[in-house]
Nanobody
Framework: VQLQASGGGLVQFGDSLRLSCAYR????????LGWFRQAPGKEREFVSR????????AYADSVKGRFTISRDNSKNTVYLQMNNLKPEDTAVYYC??????????????????WGQGTLVTVSS
């Protein structure tokens, strides 16, 4: 399995971005997917997750109401729509996948496959 994240960039406070993550490999539809982010000098933190059928969305409190995760099983792609971006959203964003069930989806160690990361910078 390979994951390729894209869509990052430099934006201003209040702008929007949509991140994409292309999944190459078998059984995309059987993978639980997540987005994490890592700011300079900080630990990688959970942002959002989505279940196998596009249900079971979850978000970190810091992004709830501003970010939306979705997946297109016909395109083997997961998205993260980010609205009303704030400077504190600045980070490298990583997509992640796992075929495992009953995981702690907020724990980065629950995921088996990771994308290379895409940088999002929000200026004030």
């Amino acid at each position: 399995v390979q994951l390729q994240a894209s869509g990052g960039g430099l934006v201003q406070f209040g702008d929007s971005l949509r991140l994409s993550c292309a999944y190459r490999g078998r059984l995309f539809s059987d993978a639980a997917l997540g987005w994490f982010r890592q700011a300079p000098g900080k630990e990688r933190e959970f942002v959002s997750r989505i279940g196998r059928r596009g249900a079971s969305e979850a978000y970190a409190d810091s992004v709830k109401g501003r970010f939306t995760i979705s997946r297109d099983n016909s395109k083997n792609t997961v998205y993260l729509q980010m609205n009303n971006l704030k400077p504190e959203d600045t980070a490298v964003y990583y997509c992640a996948a796992t075929p495992r069930y009953y995981i702690d989806y907020r724990d980065k160690d629950s995921y088996d496959y990771w994308g290379q990361g895409t940088l999002v910078t929000v200026s004030s």
